[in-house]
């Protein structure tokens, strides 16, 4: 049984700063991917960021620069920073994790029920 509880999310306005942080707890193995996607209205999800188990990331083009995904094993808790934030990053986030495929951001199968982030 994998949990994976999301927080951090608001409102901000545009060029501001959030901190995303995702906990979690049951059998997630230490190799395993955590990845943050992202789903606006009217919009499928897209990955945002994924951070495999050696510390190698992958980023959307669109949040390159301005996003920075962390994990800290010891604390079971996976984080997105997020800077310089434009009316686009508008969505609900998700964590995510599994066996994970960081080229494609694909194979998460366990996800979180989401943080919203509204930038105006």
């Known amino acids: 049984h994998v949990q994976l509880v999301e927080s951090g999310g608001g409102s901000v306005q545009a060029g501001g700063s959030l901190r995303l942080s995702c906990k979690y707890s049951?059998?997630?193995?230490?190799?395993?991917?955590m990845g943050w996607f992202r789903q606006a209205p009217g919009k499928e999800r897209e990955g945002v960021a994924v951070?495999?188990?050696?510390?190698?990331?992958r980023y959307a083009d669109s949040v390159k620069g301005r996003f920075t995904i962390s994990r800290d094993n010891a604390k079971n808790t996976v984080y997105l920073q997020m800077n310089s934030l434009k009316s686009e990053d508008t969505a609900l986030y998700y964590c995510?994790?599994?066996?994970?495929?960081?080229?494609?951001?694909?194979?998460?199968?366990?996800w979180g029920q989401g943080t919203q982030v509204t930038v105006s």
């Open positions: 995510a994790t599994n066996v994970g495929d960081i080229a494609t951001m694909t194979k998460f199968g366990y």
């Open positions: 951070i495999d188990s050696g510390g190698t990331t």
């Open positions: 049951g059998r997630v193995y230490l190799n395993w991917c």
